[in-house]
């Protein structure tokens, strides 16, 4: 009896058809090309650099040195009794890094690889997820950064009295989990996007940084509570900053981490689910978007 001749090829490439298509098993299948990606954007970053891989070391620090003195010593904004504004604001940054590259690196993802793309095949959504496990590496040194300060503080001074790490410190995967998924969905939303639409690009860089400042990074969300009471700001925005998702994972990291936040059950819950949303949405867009990409970039 003749096998038919479809059943006689180990893989098939044929056109999508679900709206929503992550095949796991298939990108197990290309966990090792997906782990050549991984090296590849670790090792390219800083190549031929001077300082290569201290500029992760030196970014955040920097920053959280220029937000000390602009936001606290200028600014005269309170970070709580007991909790240094440095260490405040390192935590701040370290997490804000890690959403912030996971959106920029994601967001470029088909004209980057439009090369590739154009001449093998293997699934394209292993490209952005491939940005945000290489990120991980960068999060995890710049949080060994905010461990070692924060132990410098504890143990070797008198200011950092009040810190104190939370039970739900457990969650700490959890929150760099769903905010990795967040970054990937807004990824993937804005690469589709900037297909058609090139100018987009410029923006995600400028647009991003607007995005920290609402994200509580630089100041407690209490703050914002207190400005809305007084009637210093409006309401709409002091809602904006507060139902932002990012918003509520950098205070819950500072809560389970110094002991200074607002911290929620139902807030993680909320995060989850936005999370969880935009990524099916940016999923969507992305799979609709690679069948005619090539066409339009």
């Avoid at 997820?129 to 290489?134: A, L, P, Q």
């Avoid at 100041?219 to 700001?233: H, R």
């Avoid at 993680?268 to 970039?297: A, H, M, P, Q, R």
Wanted: net charge positive; glycine share 6%; with cysteine.
């Amino acid at each position: 009896m003749n096998t038919p001749k479809q059943d006689q090829w180990l893989y098939r490439i044929t056109p999508k058809q679900k709206f929503i298509d992550l095949n796991f098993k298939e990108i197990w299948r290309y966990k090792d090309l997906m782990l050549l990606f991984v090296k590849r954007n670790v090792v390219t970053l800083y190549k031929q650099t001077i300082l290569g891989p201290l500029w992760y070391f030196i970014q955040p620090l920097f920053t959280s040195v220029i937000f000390t003195l602009v936001f606290n010593n200028i600014a005269n904004i309170s970070t709580g009794d007991g909790i240094p504004s440095f260490l405040f604001n390192l935590a701040g940054i370290t997490l804000w890094n890690y959403f912030k590259e996971c959106i920029v690196g994601t967001s470029d993802t088909f004209r980057k690889n439009q090369n590739i793309f154009g001449k093998v095949y293997f699934p394209r959504v292993i490209m952005p997820i491939s940005v945000v496990v290489s990120n991980l590496i960068k999060f995890g040194i710049q949080l060994l950064v905010f461990v070692g300060f924060y132990v410098y503080y504890v143990f070797f001074t008198n200011q950092a009295t009040q810190a104190s790490p939370q039970m739900e410190l457990l969650l700490l995967p959890v929150l760099v989990f769903f905010m990795g998924l967040l970054g990937l969905g807004f990824g993937m939303v804005i690469s589709s996007m900037t297909t058609k639409y090139r100018d987009l690009s410029y923006l995600v860089t400028f647009g991003v940084q607007l995005l920290m400042y609402a994200s509580a990074v630089m100041y407690p969300l209490d703050l914002i509570k207190t400005k809305v009471a007084e009637g210093s700001i409006p309401n709409i925005t002091g809602i904006l900053i507060e139902y932002n998702p990012m918003t509520t994972i950098v205070e819950a990291f500072r809560f389970i981490t110094l002991g200074v936040g607002d911290f929620s059950f139902s807030k993680l819950i909320y995060v989850i689910v936005v999370s969880s949303v935009l990524f099916l949405v940016g999923l969507i867009i992305f799979n609709k978007t690679e069948k005619s990409f090539i066409d339009t970039v």
